[in-house]
């Protein structure tokens, strides 16, 4: 069994999800579908909690009258018989009176996470809807019967997987099985969300607790890019990736995928193929455990970076000195993605500046800080073994007439990472596309 999962602009219209209701059936093989929202909802569901948290009642009613406008339109455009527009009316009347009973009442984060749940939920069985009218054997599985967190906020796979696998058992034999991305519930049995890549952690998930023969990820762009294409001119799909790149990639600044995503399926030695609902015969991109040796395969742009650097001949060498360092960040919950260390000094980069002025002030315990902002990391990805003579002289001849504040190589074998001004990046990427791709 394949995971098909589509994203908000994927389903975003009635003609789209009818495209998704193509593609999902194409193959004659059951299949598993995530869908998230229809595209523009979450922002509208978030906009009515924002009402609702500055008790403007008039506000989020507003908001909630519109948004109801919209999808009873699409009502008319997706279905074609009366019984099917009926039935998915009394459905959506069902949904925005459960909206509208939020304005009656105190209003809670966890209640601001039942209103943006609702997205999945209205996209879901206007696509079963429209499925079963068309004669598909579809059937919809709440994802809040089996899709939990722990209580540190992650992921529960084994329970995932026994409740999910008694789920299918009790609806074992329709062709396509549809479900939720992104909500869940967590170990109090809120109504919660996935957060960090949504829906597409969703169909990771499923993939490992059914044992997918394959995840696919369908966006609006074919596959993984070796460069960013918003910026660079010439850019590429990249065909195969290992695992370990793409998690560097999408860490490191490519949109399309969220670097926790792939973990179950990376686990699980389940392939994940990015694909483009837009041109879906085009290959995209395959992501698996193998290795292509001796190829960089793509370079990518993290901005809004914070390179933190703290000068102590006194302290360094001192045992326990990083320790104390890192310790710092850590008490206030800040990553660091760049370290680098001389005889002197220690600098870091962070791209979350919430508690910037806190951690300053502690580090200056242990030395001088300087803090430079305006940064952006230039991750180049591939075979980067450091056997592989050359490779990290290509990249930094690449970026001979750009100014680089740091390097991280060596850390990993698929990344070597260079900080630059953001002033530089159009040029720092461009001149990498030609040195490593475009000759």
Known sequence: MKVMKFGGTSVGSPERMKGVAQLVTKSGEPT????????????????????????????????????????????????????????????????????????????????????????EIMSTNMMVNFMQEQGIDAVLLSALDFMRTDKNAEPDPNYIKDKLSKIIEDNSGHQIYTTQGFICRNA???????????????????????????????????????????????????????????????YFGAKILHPTCVQPAKYAGIPVRLKNTMEPDAPGTIIDNVTVRGKIKAVAAKDNIYAIKIKSSRMLLATGFLRKVFEIFESYQTAIDMVATSEVGVSMSIDNDAHLNEIVDELKKYGTVTVDSDMCIICVVGDLDWSNVGFETLATDALKNIPVRMISYGGSNYNISFLIREADKKRALQALSDTLFNK
Request: proline share 1%; glycine share 6%.
């Open 188 to 250: 109090y049995g809120e109504v919660d969300n996935l957060q960090r890549g949504g829906s597409d952690y969703t169909a990771s998930l499923i993939g490992a607790a059914i044992e997918a023969d394959e995840i696919q990820i369908w966006t609006d762009i074919d596959g993984m890019h070796n460069n960013d294409p918003r910026v660079v001119d010439k850019t590429e799909a990249v065909r195969q990736l290992h695992f370990e790149e793409a998690a560097e990639l999408a």
């Open 32 to 119: 598993f579908v995530v869908l998230s929202a229809m595209s523009g909802t979450t922002n509208s569901l978030v906009e009515i909690s924002n009402y609702l948290y500055k008790k403007n009642v008039d506000g989020a009613n507003e908001v909630i009258n519109r948004l109801e406008g919209i999808y009873m339109g699409h009502v008319e455009e997706l279905y074609s018989t009366d019984e099917y527009k009926q039935k998915t009316r009394d459905f959506l009347k069902e949904e925005f009176n459960y909206l509208r009973s939020f304005t009656k009442d105190l209003f809670t984060s966890f209640e601001e996470k039942s209103i943006v749940a609702q997205g």
